[in-house]
């Protein structure tokens, strides 16, 4: 059973979530219309998955986000910000402290549950299309992101290939077929990355390697 925690400020906006939501594997074990709320009933209720709206009173969905992800206690707890595309720079802030992904606000109900289910799997929700459009912005602000180290000496030639293509956005299906290997494979590979180097999902990897110049801006062009 997969234990959810809403927070928006908005009661129809949960309302439609926990309706969306309402599946054999999935339980909404609380709702928070205030940054202090979520952070507070996340420590209360430990759940697998927070959907996070960015807009928040009293505290922004970021600053929570932010609490609930530097929190040793809720190390297993993912959070998953509620976005709108004319929020770039709130993206980039929220996964640069350790949010596993986004949701876009006019998501199908289908892709929103299945979201849902890949975050509390362990994998980053990142869609391979956004996360290109993400990491151009990255590209664009290489002085605001700069300072940070990432030591990939530990990874072998092949997970280091397979990281760069992590950071490039593409699916573990897509990996596979670059590097001539099975999609399970491509997973065991990036478990090891995350491994070594002591992130949290792919969604921090691409901010990790950013940050610390492994690839740089016109990379992708």
Do not use: C
């Amino acid at each position: 059973m997969i234990r959810l925690l809403l927070a928006d400020d908005q009661v129809l906006v949960r309302a439609g979530l926990r309706a969306t939501l309402d599946e054999p594997d999935i339980e909404v074990v609380a709702e928070a219309g205030t940054g202090v709320e979520a952070i507070e009933l996340a420590r209360a209720h430990r759940p697998d998955v927070v959907l996070m709206d960015i807009r928040m009173p009293v505290v922004d969905g970021l600053e929570a986000t932010r609490r609930i992800v530097s929190d040793p206690e809720l190390a297993d707890v993912r959070v998953v910000v509620l976005t709108t595309f004319d929020e770039d720079d709130y993206v980039y802030e929220a996964l640069r402290v350790g949010a596993s992904g986004f949701l876009l606000k006019d998501i199908e109900p289908e892709a929103l549950v299945a979201g849902v289910r890949a975050v509390a799997r362990g994998d980053a929700l990142l869609a391979p299309s956004v996360t290109r459009r993400m990491i151009a912005g990255f590209a664009g602000r290489p002085a605001r992101y700069a300072g940070a180290r990432l030591d990939v000496s530990g990874l072998t030639r092949r997970e280091y290939d397979v990281l760069l293509l992590v950071v490039a956005g593409l699916a573990n299906n897509e990996i596979a077929e670059r590097l001539g290997m099975s999609p399970a494979t491509a997973k065991t590979h990036i478990t090891r990355i995350l491994a070594k180097l002591n992130a949290r999902d792919r969604a921090q990897l691409v901010v990790l390697a950013y940050e610390s110049g492994l690839v740089e801006p016109g990379w992708l062009r």
